[in-house]
């Protein structure tokens, strides 16, 4: 009858592809084709999650790198592939509720990930708005610039058109002199009632204002080939001045208007939050989607163990449990190969010493019949029981050999032994305070956009006493070792956020 069922109700081989994506096995699955259509579904879901989140990245590198999406489409797929095996694998993991710990480290991983990723989709989602932003910024850098530039270069410039404007006027002064004396002397010759004397010919006056007219001459003679000098050089300097703060407001500029990657996109979409709190509310929707649809076939097969009594789990666990009865059976076989390979060794040992103690005491007889002849003195150690009947022919080992090889050896270190329920309970709060801490730190980060100091710590921290929880089963059965680690864990948890704000004061 059950031959019949199966031949007759289970589903065909093809109809188990999708549900191998979400960790099935066949024979199990063939055990319980009512199971079947969950997961198959949930193989889809893997499926589609895995596609998202390549083409989530493919998004993301094609913004910062400035290249299509289309051109990607091989990082599409190694992604893909890479989140779809992964899935895979950590659902075969959670066959049974007991191994739900397993979900942790593809937590971090998909939190870490989903985050990096989120934060460039959500940038590529407000492109718009970053732009206009963006283009406001380089308008105020231009401006900013220009104001520094004027207020570095004028003071210079002013400056040097004064001394060429003094120059000048103190030229422009001694040719009005000179020709307010010649005129003087004109009509002081020309003109009689301009004349003092009123008499017309170039008398006393007429020679005083030519006389004064020719020393100012002479004077604007002597310094005129030096102000054109130094005009000139005021002039060149002007130009140069001139030059520079072209080039360098050009320069500004164009750092104002190159300054458009990734940093001035997150600085821009910052200055957008603060101004319209209702963005920063999408964004971290729209961060919390990605992680969660990341993340969403493990949510989904943890919530089925959770809340449902699955047959193909049972058959799963069964089969699981078989195999460790095998396992157990291979290992007692080992062992007593072992045992018997170790005692055979030990009577090899004792017995090639009890060869070696013969064939010294054999030679020592030889020698003592050399010397001494028939009448030897070896009736000295005839009371003497033989070497080879001192241990009735065999050699045991001795007792310290066996103790040093038993404390080499040390068992309880590496055998597995269940945590004191205290223990358990201080693991969980030391991980617990260390996630606490790198969630914390993270929120910090992307608040402020600031690197905090230890943040890389808290999160190595947090992957180590992650992966300590999967090896001891959630802190439940592990060597010696691993409970000495526990320990440190809770203390890493309680002193390391102390550290992180001592730090950061």
């Not at 001694?174 to 009632?193: G, H, K, P, R, W």
Request: proline content about 4%; overall charge negative.
């Amino acid at each position: 009858m059950t031959e019949s069922f199966k031949k007759d109700d289970c589903p065909r081989t093809h109809w188990y592809l999708l549900a191998w994506f979400a960790g099935t096995r066949h024979e199990v699955l063939e055990q319980c084709p009512g199971e079947a259509p969950f997961y198959n579904g949930l193989g889809m879901a893997v499926i589609a999650t895995a596609l998202v989140s390549g083409f989530t990245l493919s998004i993301a590198i094609g913004y910062t790198l400035r290249e299509s999406t289309t051109h990607l489409w091989p990082v599409t797929v190694v992604w893909s592939l890479i989140v779809l095996n992964l899935d895979r694998l950590l659902l075969m993991l959670t066959a049974t509720r007991r191994l739900l710990l397993a979900l942790l480290p593809r937590i971090v991983i998909s939190f870490v990930i989903g985050a990096m990723i989120a934060e460039v989709v959500t940038l590529w989602i407000y492109a718009p708005e970053i732009n206009a932003q963006m283009q406001r910024d380089v308008q105020h850098g231009i401006q900013a610039s220009t104001k520094v530039a004027t207020n570095f270069y004028s003071p210079q410039i002013t400056r040097d058109q004064r001394a060429v404007a003094t120059i000048q006027s103190s030229e422009n002064s001694l040719v009005a002199q000179i020709n307010e004396d010649m005129f003087l002397s004109n009509c002081e010759s020309t003109d009689a009632n301009c004349s003092t004397t009123h008499q017309l010919g170039c008398g006393a006056y007429c020679l005083h204002y030519r006389q004064v007219a020719a020393s100012l001459q002479q004077e604007l003679d002597a310094v005129r080939p030096g102000d054109e000098n130094r005009i000139r050089q005021l002039q060149t300097a002007i130009a140069g001045i001139n030059s520079s703060e072209a080039n360098s407001m050009q320069i500004l500029d164009s750092s104002a208007r190159a300054s458009t990657g990734l940093i001035a996109r997150e600085d821009a979409l910052t200055e957008i939050e603060r101004a319209h709190p209702g963005i920063l509310v999408q964004v971290w929707f729209i961060r919390s989607a990605l992680i969660l649809l990341d993340m969403m076939p493990l949510i989904i097969k943890s919530l089925y163990l959770a809340f449902s009594e699955s047959s193909y789990e049972a058959i799963a666990s069964s089969y699981k449990r078989r195999e460790r009865v095998t396992a157990l059976e291979i290992d007692l076989q080992a062992r007593v190969e072992r045992g018997r390979l170790n005692e055979q060794a030990l009577a090899d040992e004792a017995l090639n010493r009890v060869r070696i103690q013969a064939q010294r005491d054999a030679q020592i007889v030889e020698e003592e019949a050399k010397w001494y002849g028939e009448s030897s003195p070896r009736s000295q150690y005839s009371n003497e029981p033989d070497a080879s009947t001192r241990s009735g022919g065999t050699m045991t080992p001795d007792f310290t050999d066996f103790v040093a090889s038993m404390r080499s050896k040390r068992p309880h270190e590496s055998l597995p032994a269940e945590f004191p329920r205290g223990l358990t309970i201080a693991g969980w709060i030391g991980a617990g305070l260390l996630a606490a801490l790198s969630f914390t730190l993270w929120l910090v980060t992307d608040a402020t956009h600031r690197s905090v100091a230890g943040e890389m710590v808290a999160l190595l921290a947090l992957i180590s006493v992650a992966s300590l929880a999967v090896f001891t089963r959630g802190f439940r059965i592990a060597p010696a070792w691993a409970m000495r680690a526990t320990f440190a864990a809770l203390l890493l948890g309680l002193s390391l956020p102390v550290i992180v704000a001592v730090l950061n004061l």
